[in-house]
C-alpha cells in the first residue's frame, strides 16, 4: 500500500516568513518526489523535482529529501501572498520502465496573510 | 510551445448520459495520465496511456470508465452513464519518453465534470 501523508493544514504564514510543508511516504523504493502547487480551481503546477538525499534550491523554494526517514519537504522563503495556495506531495515508486504514476497527497492549503 | 490541452474545460451532463473528455499531450510527450480530483480531496490516478496502448489502468472504476490514445489524435476518457459521484475535475498530464529525459508529469488544466 502506498500511501503520501501530508499536514492538511491550513498552514498560515505572515508576508516575508519561511513556510515549512511537509510529507511522509511509505513506500521504500520510491525514487521520484514532486512538489505541486494548485490555487484554487486550477491545475497543478510543478513547483520541484528532487531525487537525491539533500537539499534542492530553486529561487525562494528549496526541497528537502531524507529517503531513510521517508519524507520529503518543502521551504518558502520570503513567502509572498502570492504563494496562498494548496501544495501537493507526490511520489513516483522508481523511474525506468516501471508505472509512471504518481501518489499524491491530500495537500497542504497554505494562506500568507499581508 | 503549446502545453497539455484539455477539452471541454467545462462539461455538464445529465445522470445516464455519456461524458467525453480529450487530452492532447505537450509536444514530444508520448506519454498520458489521467487524475480524478473530488472536492475537497487529492489528485487520483486513473490510467496511464502510450500511444495504442494501455500501460496501467489499476485506477479504473471498473465499469462505465475507459480510455483510449490512438495513432493520431487526443487521447479520451470516456464515461458511460454518468452518476452524480462522477462529478469532479478530471485532470491529463503528460511526460516525455523515460530515456534521457526526465519522468515529470506536467497538467493540463482540467475539466470539471458536473452531473445533474
Known amino acids: 500500500q502506498k500511501e503520501v501523508e501530508q499536514n492538511s493544514g491550513p498552514l498560515s504564514v505572515p508576508e516575508g516568513a519561511i513556510a515549512s510543508l511537509n510529507c511522509t511516504y511509505s513506500?521504500?523504493?520510491?525514487?521520484?518526489f514532486f512538489w505541486y502547487r494548485q490555487y484554487s480551481g486550477k491545475s497543478p503546477e510543478l513547483i520541484m523535482s528532487i531525487y537525491s538525499n539533500g537539499d534542492k534550491e530553486d529561487g525562494r523554494f528549496t526541497a528537502q529529501l531524507n529517503k531513510a526517514s521517508q519524507y520529503v519537504s518543502l521551504l518558502i522563503r520570503d513567502s509572498q501572498p502570492s504563494d496562498s495556495a494548496t501544495y501537493l506531495c507526490a511520489v513516483k515508486p522508481y523511474r525506468g520502465s516501471t508505472l509512471g504514476r504518481l501518489y499524491f497527497g491530500r495537500g497542504t492549503q497554505l494562506t500568507v496573510w499581508p | 510551445n503549446a502545453g497539455v490541452m484539455q477539452n471541454p474545460r467545462h462539461l455538464v451532463r445529465r445522470r445516464g448520459q455519456e461524458a467525453r473528455l480529450r487530452c492532447s499531450p505537450m509536444k514530444g510527450h508520448s506519454h498520458v495520465y489521467w487524475y480524478r480530483q473530488l472536492p475537497e480531496e487529492g489528485l487520483k490516478f486513473m490510467v496511464y496511456?502510450?500511444?495504442?496502448?494501455?500501460?496501467?489502468e489499476s485506477g479504473m472504476p471498473k465499469e462505465r470508465f475507459s480510455a483510449e490514445f490512438p495513432k493520431e489524435g487526443p487521447s479520451i476518457l470516456r464515461i458511460q452513464q454518468v452518476v452524480r459521484g462522477d462529478s469532479a475535475a478530471y485532470f491529463c498530464?503528460?511526460?516525455?519518453?523515460?530515456?534521457?529525459?526526465?519522468?515529470?508529469?506536467?497538467f493540463g488544466p482540467g475539466t470539471r465534470l458536473t452531473v445533474l
Open positions: 498530464a503528460s511526460s516525455p519518453p523515460l530515456a534521457g529525459s526526465t519522468d515529470t508529469q506536467y
Open positions: 513506500d521504500r523504493v520510491s525514487q521520484s
Open positions: 496511456l502510450q500511444k495504442e496502448n494501455i500501460i496501467d
